[in-house]
């Protein structure tokens, strides 16, 4: 029987993702995807730059970019049409390297990553297929992968099964776990269209909070636009088959002759996560583990995360030996995480979908006193926590995400993720804190662990530190704010502790090593 490292469920941007994040690092993967080609149409349209860090690992997001638009931020308009709320990305420079929230063509993405997955030689690709059945056992998983066209079945063996097979997916329902019901529940029509000629449109996506039919409006990249409309009481998904009703219903929004349809489907928005993530040797990630509506654009967003936190664990166990604790900590690290964002992308469609007038006329003023006086958080980054549980130090930078400076060298300007591995670094303002890294540089290689300096001009270094020159000041000013010369970063980027002195990097070397069952 083959063996591989990973076998996972599912090719979407989820799963595929994962997939390039294993292989990139030297895993054998075999990716089991039912659908033969790339899903034609779009489900999510929104990135945001944490998604886009987990996808330059992945080797597509440069190229992925130049057809990406940056979100021009949101408007929510009440009951008169005018502003009752503003939702807007954090603007520039932007601290993580990438636009804070962008759109994107979601088959564009997918036939990147399988591009990418398709030229790496420790890769195998089973399209058409299906996971037929699988058993877990003490050291792996059995795997039964049957070809949808034939029927054929092929049984292997791997050290994990991930199951990235979407909400309804089969891995998750044969572990017998559940869906924690966060209580929204509402039909809504999802318009993907190519705009053709000018006509008058928000500058803005525009959230219409209107209870005789609420609706939202996205800026798509080049043409693309987007509308989501809420089905009212009376109505169901098969009143939107036919083409007339929906061109009826869209025109109270927009001139729909200057638009070719490319797309309509009715959706059943959901607020769920999955009461368990794993068992032992099969996980779970992306919508099979969790659903959220999109009125906060952090659906996808949320499975890159998965994928991002699945990946380095799974690495680290692959190379210095599979622990239980240390994968339990997938759990532990994305469900509040997850839930939590859930929770504002719910609060957020109660918002919109208000059906009610006269609730939305109290909607409407309570939100205008709170925008007017300076109460209402607008960034839409403010809405997405940092981590709180799971492997991270203890000191208020830990669980925040390190920024991505730009690196100034060989004459050209690169993204710091472009230059460092996918492995815990030690990184520093000068190379004096470097320093109290070397009664631990043995134990810190054994890690994975890399060493680097960023200042604003390169300088000598002990053997084994990589000196990067920043071109602009991210990351002085994001160390100065953090009152801090020397930070451990995660290799998802997230950071596990600043650092003070000599004494308290060996403090938090030890609780790291603890952390991951590592000996020093």
Request: hydrophobic fraction near 40%; charged fraction near 25%; include cysteine.
């Amino acid at each position: 029987m083959q063996h591989f490292d990973a076998v996972i469920s599912g090719c979407g941007p989820t799963g595929g993702a994962l997939a390039n994040l294993l292989a990139a690092q030297g895993l054998s993967v075999c990716v089991v995807e039912r659908f033969p080609e790339v899903y034609p149409t779009p489900r999510a349209i929104v990135l945001d730059w944490e998604a886009m860090r987990a996808l330059q690992y992945c080797g597509v997001a440069h190229a992925l970019f130049p057809s990406t638009r940056p979100h021009p931020g949101t408007d929510f308009l009440g009951v008169d049409g005018e502003i009752i709320k503003l939702f807007d990305p954090a603007p520039p420079p932007y601290a993580l390297g990438w636009p804070s929230t962008s759109t994107f063509v979601q088959p564009e993405l997918e036939k990147m990553l399988r591009r990418a997955l398709s030229l790496r030689a420790n890769v195998t690709m089973k399209l058409g297929c299906t996971v037929a059945d699988f058993s877990e056992e003490t050291e792996g998983v059995t795997v039964t992968i049957a070809d949808n066209a034939t029927g054929a079945r092929e049984a292997v063996t791997s050290t994990t099964l991930i199951g990235c097979d979407g909400a309804n997916s089969e891995i998750r329902k044969r572990l017998g776990f559940g869906l924690e019901d966060y209580r929204f529940d509402e039909w809504w029509i999802v318009v993907d269209a190519w705009q053709l000629c000018d006509t008058d449109l928000p500058r803005k996506t525009t959230q219409y909070c209107w209870p005789s039919r609420p609706a939202t409006y996205v800026v798509g990249p080049g043409n693309l636009r987007r509308w989501e409309i809420k089905l009212l009481p009376h109505e169901s998904p098969a009143d939107f088959e036919d083409p007339a009703r929906l061109r009826e219903v869209m025109a109270k929004y927009v001139d729909i002759r200057c638009f070719d349809i490319w797309r309509s489907a009715t959706y059943r928005f959901a607020a769920r996560v999955g009461d368990r993530w794993a068992s032992r040797r099969v996980f779970l990630a992306g919508d099979a583990v969790h659903q959220m509506p999109p009125f906060l654009g952090q659906g996808l967003c949320a499975g890159l995360r998965d994928a991002f936190n699945l990946a380095w664990k799974l690495v680290f166990a692959q190379r210095h030996g599979w622990s239980d604790a240390l994968l339990a900590t997938y759990e532990t690290e994305r469900k509040p995480h997850v839930a939590t964002v859930i929770q504002h992308a719910k609060e957020f469609g109660l918002i919109i979908g208000e059906m009610d007038e006269a609730r939305a006329i109290e909607r409407d003023r309570t939100l205008r006193a709170e925008l007017r006086e300076g109460r209402m958080t607008t960034t839409r980054q403010a809405f997405i926590p940092n981590l709180a549980h799971g492997i991270l130090g203890d000191t208020p930078l830990s669980g925040s995400l390190m920024v991505q400076p730009e690196i100034v060298g060989k004459g050209r300007t690169r993204l710091m993720d472009d230059l460092c591995p996918m492995a815990f670094l030690y990184v520093t303002t000068d190379s004096a804190a470097q320093a109290w890294m070397e009664p631990h540089a043995e134990s810190w290689r054994r890690l994975g662990g890399h060493r680097i300096v960023i200042g604003s001009s390169a300088e000598p270094t002990v053997e084994g530190v990589l000196a990067m020159t920043e071109a602009g000041d991210t990351f002085a000013k994001w160390a100065a704010a953090g009152s801090t010369e020397a930070v451990i970063v995660r290799p998802d980027r997230y950071v596990y502790a600043s650092i003070q002195n000599e004494n308290d990097l060996a403090n938090k070397l030890a609780r790291l090593n603890d952390q991951l069952g590592f000996a020093d």
